[in-house]
């Protein structure tokens, strides 16, 4: 039996919790994807620790806002074919 699960996690209203949650799923081997939403990812101490965590966990998170030209960016239908994909989805 393969307990190994695409995990998705929609970063919605905390930016650093999400991806501190998102880097710890990947302990278990999960595959986990991280979407960004809302708004820009904020220039702070806490979400720039974070951020390591995720280059350290081989994440490389996606966004849905435009503006936030650093990252891969998915429309409404790729992030629908995203949260489609996975095992689960996480709404943090």
Avoid at 23 to 40: E, K, N, S, Y
Avoid at 78 to 88: N, P, Q
């Amino acid at each position: 039996m393969n307990t190994k699960r695409k995990l998705l996690v929609l970063a919605r209203r905390d930016h650093a919790e999400a991806m501190r949650v998102a880097a710890g799923l990947t302990i278990f081997g999960h595959q986990v994807r991280l979407v960004f939403m809302d708004r820009l990812v904020a220039e702070t101490e806490e979400n720039a620790a974070m951020a390591e965590l995720l280059a350290l966990s081989d994440i490389a998170p996606e966004t849905t806002v435009a503006e936030q030209t650093d990252l891969a960016y998915l429309d409404a239908a790729a992030l629908g074919a995203a949260i489609a994909e996975a095992d689960g989805v996480l709404s943090l």
